[in-house]
Every structure is written in structure tokens, then in C-alpha cells.
């Protein structure tokens, strides 16, 4: 009996060993288990806001910033949240997250139109339809001049880069933005002497951007330019010009636009860097201060070229030049009406970045054309260093007239 009570007693502890080490183990399978699901639920969140992110900067392009400000940052973001759900798209592939996965495909199908009308993909340039009469070529380039980069160096005019280019491109209409300013005789390009320097035109037209300011809106012409006004945009610089161009095949309307500016000059640039170091909590304040502004007054803008485009009735209608906004943004949605035909995203190819800054670069020209002008190439010379602009260059097909069969 000993023996038994001494078994009965020795087996208790271990009994209560087992039990122990049977609840420490249910309690770390718990922490465990609520560990993963916690990770599971991050995970979640983190792709659940990527998807808003996303969605956020394609809103940009419908919702008006004079209504809701916050989806145009995101429009000026959308290359940056665009690589950063590219990348974690591709991270869910490689783990095999397949519902997280399939989320993402569903978000980026959302999300497919404005991915191409940012960066356009493809490996050739448009085929023309068949015309049964054949086509006139019309080829254009639009700038900002930067008014001929100021000359600051007093250069004679005939060596300024952007005259040369303009000899070298031999477009037939040539668009300018900031085309020149008032100054001392002499020194800052004229009418007079883009004639004399570009034997190639016959014909300049040019008017302020608004009746108050020296920035200039210029059309430059092989042929011959008829009416011109100034549109009623309101603004202390900017502005738009539209232009009546005889072609051959008929009148051809040209909406040369100067839309509203950031204005972030160099020195702007180099404070929010600076910023970014010493003191990161008022930048949000002080970009918000140069954007914001910029951003609800190109949107009253567009609606205003918007109406003008409502009423034209030339047969052809061509809008380009410095719209300084991006592709996904509201004023590039709403600056023409439906039919019209975004010239890049049809016949470009790449982002297409026009201008540069420290902090980043973006396409800011722009064209688009009524349907009887057919885009077939559209490319920004991003190897040009003729202004702080780089040119945008256009070919057009213009169906010609069918003759009539002989009775």
C-alpha cells in the first residue's frame, strides 16, 4: 500500500506538469493565432488603402477642386501611388495572395482608362484609315517659349534655341505660349523678327494673354491667319488665344492656351527641399498655399474654353499648349467636349514629360483635336533644351475631298 500511495503521489505532479505545459501551449497557439490574424488584418488595410489611394487619384479627372480639393494632390501624385500599387500588386502574385490579388485586378480595371491617358502603351504609332481621296499631312508644334528663354544673354536673336528649332522642326503652325515680352528694342523677339528669322512663315498673329499683362500668345503660320481673340479667362497672367487658320482643305480654329500657373519658382523649389529636412510640418501649409488656388482657378478656366468650344463651328478645331495641369486632373476632363479626341493618349506613346522640377516631372502640354483632324503622331522632344518647356510636336491627317464621279 505504500508503494501505491507512494506512486499516487509521485504521478500527481506530473499529472500537473502535463496540464501546465498543455495550457502553456493552448496559450501560445492563441498568442500565435491571434498574431497571424492580426498580421492578416494589417495586411488587409494596408491593400484596402492602396485601393482607395488609387481610386482617390483617378476621381481627380471627374470631381471639381472647387468642390473637393484633396483628389487633385492625388492626381498629381497618381505616377507615384500608380508604382507603389504596381509593386505591391506584383509582391501579392510572388506570395500567392490570391484574394488580395484579385481585389487589386478588379481596383487596376477601374482604374485602366486613366492609367493609359498617363502613359499611353504601345509599339508603333496609328495606322490612318482609308481615305478614299487621300490625306493632307499638317504637321504643329506647341511651346512655351519661356519668352524665348529671356534672353538673358543678350544672344543675337537668329541663335536663340528656339528659333533655331522652330527652322529645324518645319512644322506648318507653330503655337507659343509666353512667346515674348515687352522690353527694350532690340533685344526681345518680335513679330518682325520671328519673320525675319523663320524665312520658312509668311504669317504671325500674336496677342496678350490678357489686355494688362506683356506675356504673350503667338501663332506662327505658313498659312494664312485670319481672325484672332482673346477668350474671357480670367486671370492676372494667363490666358487663351484662338486663331483662324485658312488651310487648304478650310478653316482651321486654334485654341492656343496659357491656363493658370503653380507659379513654384527655383527658389520655391529649393525652400520645400529645405523644408523637407528642417521642418517637414509646414510644408503641407505652404505647398497647399501655391496649389490650392491654381488648381480651382484652371478648373473655372476650362469651362470656360469648355463653352467657347461648345459654339465653334469651323470644320476643324485644334486646342493645345501649356495647360499646366496633368493628364489626371479635372482640367484636362473638362476642358473639351465629348467627342473631342485627346491627341496624345490616341497617338503618343510614354508619359511624355514636358517639364522638369527638383522634386519631379509631369506632362503640362497638351492637345486635343475635333474628329476631322486625325492624330497619327504626338510626341514631346524631351532631348530639346529650347525653354524650361519641352516642345510638343503633332501630325495630322486631313482627309481631302472624295471628286465626284464624272455623270
Same mark, same amino acid.
Given at each position: 500500500?505504500?508503494?501505491?500511495?507512494?506512486?499516487?503521489?509521485?504521478?500527481?505532479?506530473?499529472?500537473?506538469?502535463?496540464?501546465?505545459?498543455?495550457?502553456?501551449?493552448?496559450?501560445?497557439?492563441?498568442?500565435?493565432?491571434?498574431?497571424?490574424?492580426?498580421?492578416?488584418?494589417?495586411?488587409?488595410?494596408?491593400?484596402?488603402?492602396?485601393?482607395?489611394?488609387?481610386?482617390?487619384?483617378?476621381?481627380?479627372?471627374?470631381?471639381?477642386?472647387?468642390?473637393?480639393?484633396?483628389?487633385?494632390?492625388?492626381?498629381?501624385?497618381?505616377?507615384?501611388?500608380?508604382?507603389?500599387?504596381?509593386?505591391?500588386?506584383?509582391?501579392?502574385?510572388?506570395?500567392?495572395?490570391?484574394?488580395?490579388?484579385?481585389?487589386?485586378?478588379?481596383?487596376?480595371?477601374?482604374?485602366?482608362?486613366?492609367?493609359?491617358?498617363?502613359?499611353?502603351?504601345?509599339?508603333?504609332?496609328?495606322?490612318?484609315?482609308?481615305?478614299?481621296?487621300?490625306?493632307?499631312?499638317?504637321?504643329?508644334?506647341?511651346?512655351?517659349?519661356?519668352?524665348?528663354?529671356?534672353?538673358?544673354?543678350?544672344?543675337?536673336?537668329?541663335?536663340?534655341?528656339?528659333?533655331?528649332?522652330?527652322?529645324?522642326?518645319?512644322?506648318?503652325?507653330?503655337?507659343?505660349?509666353?512667346?515674348?515680352?515687352?522690353?527694350?528694342?532690340?533685344?526681345?523677339?518680335?513679330?518682325?523678327?520671328?519673320?525675319?528669322?523663320?524665312?520658312?512663315?509668311? %504669317? !504671325?498673329?500674336?496677342? @496678350?494673354?490678357?489686355?494688362? #499683362?506683356?506675356?504673350?500668345?503667338? +501663332?506662327?503660320?505658313?498659312? /494664312?491667319? =485670319?481672325?484672332?481673340?482673346?477668350?474671357?479667362?480670367?486671370?492676372?497672367?494667363?490666358?487663351?488665344?484662338?486663331?483662324?487658320?485658312?488651310?487648304?482643305?478650310?478653316?482651321?480654329?486654334?485654341?492656343?492656351?496659357?491656363?493658370?500657373?503653380?507659379?513654384?519658382?527655383?527658389?520655391?523649389?529649393?525652400?520645400?527641399?529645405?523644408?523637407?529636412?528642417?521642418?517637414?510640418?509646414?510644408?503641407?501649409?505652404?505647398?497647399?498655399?501655391?496649389?490650392?488656388?491654381?488648381?480651382?482657378?484652371?478648373?473655372?478656366?476650362?469651362?470656360?474654353?469648355?463653352?467657347?468650344?461648345?459654339?465653334?463651328?469651323?470644320? %476643324? !478645331?485644334?486646342?493645345? @499648349?501649356?495647360?499646366?495641369? #496633368?493628364?489626371?486632373?479635372?482640367? +484636362?476632363?473638362?476642358?473639351? /467636349?465629348? =467627342?473631342?479626341?485627346?491627341?496624345?493618349?490616341?497617338?503618343?506613346?510614354?508619359?511624355?514629360?514636358?517639364?522638369?522640377?527638383?522634386?519631379?516631372?509631369?506632362?503640362?502640354?497638351?492637345?486635343?483635336?475635333?474628329?476631322?483632324?486625325?492624330?497619327?503622331?504626338?510626341?514631346?522632344?524631351?532631348?530639346?533644351?529650347?525653354?524650361?518647356?519641352?516642345?510638343?510636336?503633332?501630325?495630322?491627317?486631313?482627309?481631302?475631298?472624295?471628286?465626284?464621279?464624272?455623270?
Amino acid at each position: 500500500m505504500a508503494t501505491n500511495s507512494s506512486n499516487f503521489h509521485g504521478s500527481a505532479p506530473r499529472r500537473a506538469h502535463r496540464s501546465g505545459t498543455r495550457k502553456g501551449r493552448a496559450s501560445r497557439s492563441r498568442r500565435h493565432s491571434v498574431g497571424r490574424h492580426s498580421v492578416r488584418l494589417l495586411g488587409w488595410c494596408w491593400h484596402i488603402f492602396l485601393w482607395l489611394l488609387l481610386l482617390g487619384a483617378v476621381s481627380a479627372r471627374y470631381i471639381s477642386p472647387n468642390w473637393f480639393i484633396i483628389p487633385a494632390y492625388l492626381g498629381l501624385a497618381f505616377p507615384g501611388i500608380l508604382l507603389l500599387f504596381l509593386v505591391d500588386y506584383l509582391i501579392l502574385f510572388v506570395r500567392r495572395k490570391w484574394w488580395q490579388a484579385a481585389g487589386q485586378s478588379l481596383v487596376l480595371l477601374l482604374s485602366w482608362s486613366t492609367v493609359v491617358t498617363y502613359c499611353p502603351v504601345r509599339f508603333g504609332y496609328p495606322s490612318p484609315p482609308a481615305a478614299p481621296g487621300g490625306f493632307d499631312t499638317l504637321r504643329v508644334l506647341s511651346l512655351n517659349a519661356d519668352a524665348f528663354f529671356r534672353n538673358p544673354q543678350n544672344k543675337e536673336l537668329a541663335e536663340l534655341p528656339a528659333i533655331r528649332y522652330i527652322n529645324e522642326t518645319d512644322a506648318q503652325i507653330v503655337c507659343l505660349q509666353e512667346a515674348f515680352y515687352e522690353g527694350e528694342k532690340g533685344k526681345s523677339v518680335t513679330e518682325e523678327n520671328i519673320l525675319k528669322f523663320c524665312p520658312a512663315y509668311k %504669317y !504671325v498673329k500674336e496677342l @496678350g494673354a490678357q489686355p494688362s #499683362t506683356s506675356s504673350r500668345i503667338a +501663332l506662327v503660320s505658313k498659312y /494664312p491667319i =485670319g481672325s484672332m481673340r482673346r477668350l474671357p479667362i480670367e486671370s492676372v497672367f494667363n490666358g487663351g488665344v484662338v486663331f483662324s487658320v485658312r488651310l487648304p482643305a478650310g478653316e482651321l480654329a486654334v485654341y492656343n492656351l496659357h491656363l493658370e500657373s503653380f507659379r513654384v519658382t527655383k527658389d520655391d523649389e529649393e525652400l520645400y527641399l529645405k523644408d523637407v529636412q528642417e521642418d517637414p510640418l509646414s510644408l503641407s501649409g505652404k505647398v497647399h498655399r501655391k496649389l490650392a488656388p491654381a488648381f480651382r482657378t484652371r478648373a473655372l478656366q476650362c469651362a470656360v474654353v469648355r463653352r467657347d468650344l461648345e459654339k465653334q463651328t469651323a470644320p %476643324y !478645331v485644334l486646342i493645345c @499648349g501649356d495647360l499646366n495641369d #496633368t493628364p489626371v486632373s479635372y482640367t +484636362l476632363s473638362h476642358v473639351v /467636349p465629348r =467627342g473631342y479626341i485627346d491627341c496624345f493618349k490616341h497617338a503618343g506613346r510614354g508619359p511624355g514629360l514636358s517639364y522638369y522640377m527638383n522634386w519631379g516631372a509631369f506632362r503640362l502640354d497638351h492637345a486635343f483635336a475635333s474628329p476631322s483632324l486625325i492624330p497619327v503622331r504626338a510626341q514631346i522632344d524631351t532631348q530639346a533644351d529650347v525653354s524650361d518647356h519641352k516642345p510638343l510636336l503633332l501630325t495630322f491627317l486631313i482627309p481631302k475631298p472624295h471628286p465626284a464621279p464624272e455623270a
